[in-house]
């Protein structure tokens, strides 16, 4: 890309285009039974692929929770298929605390501006601007690229890649690998730029704890009271520490930021996560179990003692770590509070090797020649989660060459979420090379 390139030049091309149209349809996902949908952004870009000439499918799991799949035929139809997802709805956003319209799409400082401009509609527009960009080119993958645009990503996929997955497996068929989203964006390290390649996901695991009491009037004396009860729980919970434990991703990523920073042999891993500078949000909870009490329910009335309260937990473990975390949590909770496992999902690592893992590096080198690309576990979960039930290996590589003085992790779900336009531009180059390529 010219480097002189303005911002409406920028704004023009087809992949900020793509993007500022997703974010201008409202597709909030407010949670269970309370979501926009994703009817209109999924006609949207059904037309985009079928003018380029895929055949799309729709699948609507609920009303207006739909789910588009494309196949585009490769040279080689006995390699196994690569897929290439995201998800079309966004977290709510309050336009009260934004400097922009978060529906508006604006172009503003050389960014796109919006809701869903980092998670994730300007990787969907990537995609979409790829495969266009390809076909005009009359070009063809060596193998199938299964594409897929998934409903119902923010609240636990039920509508989306979960229900697809279940309903309508044999879409996915000789699927391989798959890459998608929270992955492939640059870090500053010591002045070097840095790709976090996402090779792996902790389990997610929302427990509910119950703690039961003698209901009475609020005027007698109470040895047994439930809120009591349910407050000491939390607060063993929420006050115990985790320890630092490095998987094979995590212990490969600190060693190559160390040394990326010339950090001394023996550097405390918190230290190192902070020499990834903004990455360190990520890199930081990746290195233990996190445990966070996210809801308090208990009492109706200031003169009534209740039966029972609850809170929810919000518990994201290791791979290999979700018993013993579970277990120490039941301890922890202690008598008279029961612990109840409500979402499960589990937690995903793959090797930071192989040929998808090889061809990533050198298509992201050969558009930024002195790129570092490092593996990292995500602390969160994505679609990757539900496919994994097929065997498909879920990778995150969004490609992004962002500033290096951009705290990009905090848009995600963040107030003002913005991209920069020729960050976009730079993604969908990587992933035209990288779809055609690999
Ligand atoms: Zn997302």
Not at 164 to 173: A, S
Request: charged share 25%; net charge negative; aromatic share 6%.
């Amino acid at each position: 890309m010219n480097q002189h390139t303005g911002e409406a030049d920028l704004a023009d091309t087809e992949v900020v285009r793509i993007a500022r149209d997703l974010i201008r349809m409202d597709t909030s996902n407010h949670g269970p039974g309370k979501a926009e949908g994703e009817a209109e952004a999924t006609d949207y870009c059904r037309a985009l692929l079928e003018e380029a000439g895929l055949r799309c499918q729709v699948f609507e799991a609920g009303k207006d929770r739909t789910n588009l799949v494309a196949r585009w035929p490769g040279r080689d139809p006995g390699l196994p298929a690569l897929m290439v997802h995201g998800h079309l709805d966004v977290v709510p956003a309050d336009p009260a605390d934004w400097s922009v319209d978060p529906f508006g799409g604006e172009v503003r400082d050389g960014m796109l501006w919006g809701r869903g401009a980092v998670d994730m509609k300007g990787t969907d527009a990537m995609i979409l601007a790829s495969v266009r960009e390809a076909i005009r080119r009359g070009e063809q993958p060596r193998r199938d690229i299964v594409l897929c645009l998934f409903a119902d990503e923010e609240s636990g996929c039920a509508h989306g890649s979960a229900w697809l997955v279940d309903e309508h497996p044999h879409l996915f068929e000789g699927v391989g690998n798959a890459i998608s989203e929270v992955g492939g964006y640059s870090v500053d390290i010591a002045g070097r730029r840095a790709y976090l390649l996402q090779t792996g996901e902790k389990g997610a695991l929302w427990a509910k704890l119950t703690a039961e009491g003698t209901a009475g009037h609020g005027s007698q004396l109470h040895d047994d009271n439930a809120l009591v009860r349910l407050a000491e729980a939390v607060g063993r919970i929420g006050r115990t520490t985790w320890p630092v434990t490095l998987t094979d991703t995590t212990a490969e990523l600190l060693e190559r930021v160390r040394l990326l920073a010339g950090l001394p042999l023996g550097t405390d891993p918190s230290r190192i996560a902070e020499a990834a500078g903004f990455g360190a949000r990520f890199i930081k909870p990746s290195l233990q179990n996190v445990v966070n009490v996210t809801m308090f329910n208990g009492g109706y009335k200031a003169n009534v003692v209740p039966e029972r309260a609850g809170a929810v937990l919000d518990v994201r473990c290791l791979p290999g770590h979700r018993d013993a975390v579970l277990d120490r949590i039941r301890g922890l909770a202690g008598p008279g509070v029961r612990v109840d496992v409500e979402t499960d999902l589990p937690a995903l690592e793959n090797p930071f090797d192989g040929d998808l893992v090889g061809r990533i590096a050198e298509t992201l080198r050969r558009h930024d020649p002195d790129a570092e690309v490092l593996p990292y576990l995500l602390p969160a979960g994505t679609d990757n989660k539900p496919l994994s039930r097929l065997g498909i290996r879920g990778f995150g590589f969004a490609p992004l060459r962002l500033p290096a003085d951009l705290d990009f992790p905090s848009l995600f779900h963040g107030v003002d979420e913005r991209v920069p336009l020729d960050s976009l531009v730079f993604g969908r180059e990587v992933l035209t090379d990288l779809l055609l390529g690999y």
